[in-house]
């Protein structure tokens, strides 16, 4: 992407705040007001697509009947898509990794491209102010170009960027908040426009230049303009050139990806895919890095760190699998019996298994002997007590059960002993 990822989370907290957010409030489809249409997953404006794009976009993450539901919104925009919400809005439910792998995988290099062709100039922009021309894009259509007052800040983008005037960029995005001045329910939409303009400055300010931008090819429809109110989400970091590290407290979508490539790869200490940095966060980054032969530059997030993310993930392994973490053959190859000495669980779990083959062997056999021969002379009270209770029920019923809890401690005992082996080869425990 050409976008830095201070831009990617500013679109993605503005459109939805955070993925707490999302799981509790826009799984469902909603309709954001004014211009839109029914919007699902990270901003997805249904109204201003068409049934083939919906369904090349989405068909490797939904089931077919939601894509068909999804069809039925394209082409719908304003009070129409307000009145077929209700019709929609239960028959369609994307999950936050779709919604993020669509955001990621379609939605950002569509817009990319988008403001690549609409914006002359824009290919020499640093990342992050890039970034902001997309985030303008995907809120308000390709609307560099119309005519009219509404979009007299959208042109004047367009001619400054062209002619290079990067730095007045920032005041023609503030200067843009007139054209939803007194309205109620507009917050998130000004707030976007504050923390796009802010991210300008920070990347402008930290601009270096790059030599031999790539241009990205390929033609790409423009759509219409899609004004829509956003919530109002937490507040978006702003210093985001390409070596600036998230900040720690804060989600960031660039962290779960990592964390996410990084457990695909068997690197389990980075823990939970939360976007948050932490320190398993950085174990699990510095692992990967030494494991490449690189500086694990105490697990920060670097340019040589993205590289080698991206290598690894086109990488084979002899047997035709996607390379994973190196494991020793030691562990690799381990037994219950080499890590009963290392690890409390898997020699507790022995005594375990030890005890049910002393509690159910003598049960079954027990039960065996009395339904093939009958009661036999015992010792005064032997079982009385329980054979008065139940009346005629046959005693060998009793041992079969002791003997089928015993089988199932032991069953239990066994796959959480193979579980705690398997972990330990694959690397998820030491």
Known sequence: MRSSRAAVDLIVAQEVSSKEVYEKRYQRPEWPKNVSGITVGIGYDIGYSTPDRVLSDWKDFLD????????????????????????????????????????????????????????????????GCFGVLTSLAYNRGASFSKTGDRYKEMRDIRLHVATGQWDVVPDDIRSMKRIWAGQA???????????????????LAAYHPLPDDEELPGKIDTGDERDDVTP??????????????????????????????????KYFEVGDPDGLIGGKFVAGVAAFMT?????????????ELRAELDIAKKEKLANGQPWSRPIAPSRANATTTDLAPKIASVNLLWYQQ?????????????????????????????????????GTLPTEFYWLGVAGLALWIFVSAKKAQDATVKDYQSGKIN
């Open 291 to 303: 494991d490449r032969g690189k500086d694990p530059n105490k697990g920060k997030i670097t340019a």
């Open 64 to 127: 077919p009947s939601m894509i068909r539901a999804m069809q039925r919104c394209c082409g719908v925009t304003g009070m129409s898509a307000h009145d077929l919400l209700p019709q929609v809005k239960h028959q369609i439910l994307v999950p936050w990794d779709a919604a993020m792998a669509v955001f990621i995988k379609k939605d950002m290099p569509k817009w990319e491209a988008i403001v690549l062709k609409a914006v002359p100039g824009s290919e020499k922009l640093p990342a």
């Open 185 to 203: 329910g507009v917050e998130g939409l000004l707030k976007r426009r504050e923390a796009e303009a802010d991210l300008w400055e920070a990347s």
């Open 354 to 390: 030890v005890g049910a083959w002393i509690l159910g062997v003598p049960s079954f056999l027990a039960a065996g002997f009395k339904a093939v021969f009958g009661d036999q002379p015992t010792p005064q009270g032997y079982v009385q007590a329980v054979k008065d209770f139940f």
């Open 232 to 265: 109002v989400g937490n507040e978006v970091p702003v210093d985001g050139e390409l070596n600036v590290q998230p900040t720690k407290a804060a989600y960031s979508l660039e962290v779960e990806l990592i964390q996410r490539t990084l457990i695909d790869m």
